[in-house]
């Protein structure tokens, strides 16, 4: 899949354009869904042959299409409501190891707001936006505890990816898009049979989709001075660590059970594991605490903030005109 997919993103519309200039378009915006769905009917055709009939059962897991009949078993229908599994029970330590997820996710729905701002061509995202952003993203949180989702809402990071790929950055594919899968969310069999696309295709996607973004996140560190060993070693020290670390994490949960953290503070186990989980997270903390303590002032220039500073256009009495243009509400609540 990961193979097919570079092919027919970067190197086919090279050998294709000479035919016609539209199809540099077509391979732009359709090649991650003609390759996943080659690929997929690929997988349903060997498990319909039987290909994965005497393999392992991890391969079987991962490769089949119909695992543990998953669209026979799932109903036509099904509407959410609120306290669909009954009333909310809260304690103080499933609490507070939340409130580390919300740091968590608020932490990378930030730089992902800014990711997607370059790749979409826009100014970057002023201060009120992002604060707007992640009080909305509280509310879906909410929404999504109130009717017994499993998981909260986040910063889609592999849509980011997705935009730069399709250079499609218009708010109006977003809210068709949005309606689609309200719409559909009901319908069970339509979320099984999507559910089906085997493991290997998503894992293929995310190495392309989730390399844009980081990519991105690297090209901002052009302000920055890279000759500086000061800045070589902020710069690979934190990638390393915030690496190294949330895997140690994930490791160690997999195999005692529980995370590293151990003190009679429940509360507090659950917010130090689920913070120093996220590498994005643990990547930020090194990072700011080396660029900030080692002689900051002395190495202003080196840091890139007097290159930054301007980028962003905030300064005082200043705001871009752009910016309504591209963050003000899609409709004009605000008037």
């Not at 936006?129 to 909260?152: D, E, H, K, M, N």
């Not at 080196?302 to 009495?317: A, H, V």
Request: hydrophobic share 45%; net charge positive.
């Amino acid at each position: 899949m990961l193979i097919l997919a570079i092919v027919v993103q970067q190197y086919a519309p090279l050998y294709f354009r000479h035919i016609h200039e539209r199809t540099t378009f077509l391979f732009e915006r359709y090649s991650l869904l003609l390759c996943i769905g080659i690929v997929w009917a690929f997988a349903a055709i060997l498990t319909a042959a039987g290909a994965y009939n005497h393999v392992s059962l991890k391969t079987q897991q991962h490769c089949r299409t119909d695992k543990s009949f998953l669209i026979s078993s799932a109903p036509w229908i099904k509407i959410s409501y609120p306290f669909h599994w009954g009333p909310p029970i809260f304690t103080a330590g499933h609490s507070f190891g939340m409130m580390g997820a919300v740091l968590v996710s608020s932490f990378e729905s930030t730089g992902a707001h800014f990711a997607t701002a370059r790749l979409a061509g826009a100014t970057p995202p002023p201060a009120h936006v992002l604060t707007r952003s992640i009080g909305l993203q509280g509310i879906g949180i909410f929404l999504a505890g109130l009717c017994g989702a499993p998981a909260g809402s986040s910063v889609s990071v592999e849509n980011i990816g997705l935009l730069g790929l399709t250079k499609v950055g218009s708010r109006r594919v977003i809210q068709i898009s949005t309606g689609f899968m309200i719409f559909f969310s009901i319908f069970g069999k339509f979320g099984a049979f999507f559910a089906s696309i085997p493991l290997p295709i998503f894992a293929a996607i995310y190495c392309i989709l989730f390399g844009i973004v980081a990519a991105v996140g690297i090209s901002f560190s052009q302000f920055a001075n890279k000759n500086s060993m000061r800045n070589i070693y902020i710069i690979g020290l934190s990638l390393f660590l915030g690496i190294s670390i949330p895997q140690y994490f994930a490791e160690y949960t997999a195999s005692a059970g529980r995370g590293p953290a151990r003190t009679n503070a429940g509360w507090f186990n659950d917010i130090i594991n689920t913070v120093f989980a996220s590498g994005p997270t643990v990547a930020l903390i090194v990072a700011s605490l080396l660029d900030n303590t080692l002689e900051p002032r002395a190495n202003e220039n080196d840091r890139g903030l007097s290159w930054f500073t301007p980028f962003l256009r905030r300064r005082k009495g200043y705001s871009d005109p752009r910016n309504e243009e591209f963050y003000s509400y899609p409709i004009r609540v605000h008037d």
